[in-house]
């Protein structure tokens, strides 16, 4: 059988040899607290690439010391972050997938010592800190961040990059009106609200012509949150702006409960894609290649995400293609065996 989830996909002239994309997924294992490459990253990354994963987004990458959610996430804000990168990415493309990386700032969900900064002085919860509303120059700074990254992440080599403006963290935090309670022109209505995320696109595409991501959180599930209809006139902003696919994922802005079954946030990204026409990633418990394949060919969605089925089977594509009685070339050294 044809499978599109097997088949190839271009986007702004990349090539990705299928429709499977490993999830952003944070590891948390920068043993130094510097941010740079460990083995662990290598070896975890280069192994879904072997498993013969199209497109392989490393995690949320921060770009400031101040954006990380822990002390040991993988950083961006230095050039000195720039030659472990680009190992990593060399050992991805090695084995045949094209390479991305989450740029994030994590705002008021940033556990490490000293200030942590958001748009308006309100913890996520009991248990986390206050956050120090920033100022005019703070936010200039964050956005001179992400281009500062976004340079890097092309030194490095990466294929595409990938924004983070989902699960709450600081450009989420900017977005949402639960989390955003400024008076100035960042605050208050939707066009203000999307002003951090706007200029934010813009400073990253004057030093990026590659394709672009932006993650969403399509949902904040809360009565006076955003919901999906508001995210397709904000996908509707970035596709002007040049961003070429909405990875739409959902939630995590305030603690609110929502129920988690399978393929959960796809209707999210069938909505935006018909709705702003622009091509969309879903993600969020699609495990089996039978439901990724049903995903693409009713145009749900133009990729298809796997997060924690890629962490139990890093050969997952293999598993998929065996449910859809597709024949998928092994690397030359399992070839006998695969
Ligand atoms: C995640 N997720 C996540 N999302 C993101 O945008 N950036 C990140 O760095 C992380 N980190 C992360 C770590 C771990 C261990 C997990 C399990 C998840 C969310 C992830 O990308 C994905 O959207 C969700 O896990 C839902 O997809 P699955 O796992 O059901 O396929």
């Not at 044809?2 to 294992?29: D, Q």
């Not at 130094?32 to 280069?46: F, L, S």
């Not at 040991?72 to 493309?93: A, P, T, Y």
């Not at 909405?246 to 990204?269: E, L, N, W």
């Amino acid at each position: 059988m044809e499978a599109v989830l097997f088949s190839p996909y271009t986007i702004r002239g990349v090539t990705l040899k299928n429709r499977i994309v490993m999830s952003p997924m944070c590891m948390y294992s920068c043993h130094h607290e510097d941010g740079k490459v460990e083995n662990w990253h290598k070896i975890h990354y280069a192994s879904r690439a072997v498993g013969q994963v199209g497109l392989i987004v490393v995690e949320a990458t921060a770009v400031t010391p101040q954006g990380r959610i822990s002390s040991r996430d993988l950083g961006i804000w230095s050039n000195e972050h720039i030659s472990g990168l680009q190992e990593l990415v060399s050992l991805m493309k090695e084995h045949g997938a094209k390479t991305a990386i989450q740029l994030a700032h994590a705002g008021r969900k940033a556990t490490i010592d000293g200030e942590i900064i958001a748009p308006s002085p309100i913890a996520f919860d009991e248990n986390m800190r206050v956050p120090k509303e920033m100022t005019r120059a703070d936010i200039e700074e964050t956005i001179q961040a992400f281009q500062n990254g976004a340079r890097r992440a092309k030194e490095a080599g990466f294929d595409i990059i990938e924004i983070h403006a989902a699960h709450g963290y600081l450009i989420n935090e900017f977005l949402s009106p639960l989390t955003n309670k400024r008076q100035d022109e960042y605050g208050g209505s939707a066009e203000n609200r999307y002003r951090f995320l706007s200029e934010i696109i813009d400073a990253v595409r004057e030093v990026w012509d590659g394709p672009l991501f932006v993650r969403i959180s399509a949902s904040d599930y809360h009565p006076e949150g955003l919901t999906v209809e508001d995210y397709v006139e904000y996908a509707k902003r970035m596709k002007a702006q040049g961003v070429d696919l909405i990875d739409v994922s959902s939630g995590a802005v305030v603690p609110a409960k929502f129920d988690v079954y399978p393929g959960y946030q796809v209707r999210f990204a069938e909505r935006i894609r018909h709705g702003a026409d622009i091509a969309t990633g879903a993600v969020g418990l699609i495990t089996s290649g039978l439901q990724a394949e049903e995903i693409l060919r009713n145009e749900r969605a133009d990729l298809i995400f796997i997060g924690r089925e890629l962490l139990r089977d890093p050969y997952w594509p293999r598993t998929a293609a065996k449910q859809l009685g597709v024949a998928l070339e092994a690397p030359v050294q399992y070839s006998r065996g695969w």
